[in-house]
């Protein structure tokens, strides 16, 4: 984890409520796709975790959804801004599983971190096919950007408006080697039934801290109590344990 001041180079909006920030700056605490940051918002006591869409050595894409008080204010940033920003936390995810065939399936703003994942599975040459679940036609971002890097790319809408009707579970390939998810806890359900392989979920977890020192956001596995932001956001298939 490093403490860094990232300025803020643009900040607009995807649809009515989805967001992309670029930042720039000393970014090179994050070093694996899946991982977050934690910003500092002025006024606000708790920072805000927010995925990592895709990084460079100096600079950050943020996509994030407004959903309360700290997502608006972020929302209404403009460029210059300056952050004083979290970097590199959490585990992110293992690309050693992948196999030939990875499958990446996300939900909502669960699709940012499987972003600069999915760049770098087609960069060591898999055949990456990513599934996308939204509600309706208009919530929908980030389609041509997967499509742009050469993976096979399937939506669907819950109410049908656009691209496969029902949720993502309605469009599972037969075959693929490995996956990797990020959504709403409902999904990642789901998905742990309809999935026929091993595969690595990124919880999206309400967080005090950010980085262990809380203990506000552990959940059951099968080797005890595992923090989602420190000892995740990412876990095995075969660790989790479901909350009744």
């Not at 996956?179 to 789901?190: I, N, Q, S, V, W």
């Amino acid at each position: 984890m490093k403490q860094e001041v990232l300025e803020i180079l643009s900040n607009i909006a995807l649809n009515k409520n989805v967001y992309k920030m670029v930042l720039k700056g000393d970014t090179t605490a994050v070093t694996n796709c899946g991982q977050f940051v934690n910003i500092q918002i002025e006024g606000m006591y708790l920072r805000r975790p927010i995925s990592v869409c895709d990084y460079t050595d100096n600079t950050l894409t943020l996509v994030y959804k407004v959903v309360g008080k700290g997502t608006s204010a972020m929302a209404n940033m403009k460029s210059g801004t300056k952050l004083d920003v979290l970097l590199g936390l959490g585990n992110g995810y293992d690309l050693s599983k992948a196999g030939d065939k990875p499958l990446l399936v996300g939900g909502g703003v669960g699709v940012p971190p499987l972003y600069n994942l999915a760049k770098k599975l087609r960069g060591e040459g898999k055949a990456v096919t990513v599934i996308l679940g939204f509600n309706t036609k208009d919530e929908i971002f980030y389609e041509d950007e997967f499509k742009e890097l050469g993976c096979d790319v399937t939506v669907t809408t819950v109410d049908g408006s656009y691209g496969v009707k029902g949720f993502v579970t309605n469009a599972m390939p037969e075959a693929y080697t490995h996956f990797y998810t990020c959504g709403p806890e409902p999904m990642l359900k789901a998905l742990y039934n309809a999935t026929n392989t091993s595969g690595q979920f990124s919880f999206e977890e309400r967080m005090g801290c950010g980085f262990g020192a809380c203990m506000g956001c552990s959940c059951k596995t099968i080797a005890g109590y595992k923090r989602i932001c420190k000892d995740g956001p990412v876990l095995f298939k075969e660790e989790i344990l479901w909350q009744k």
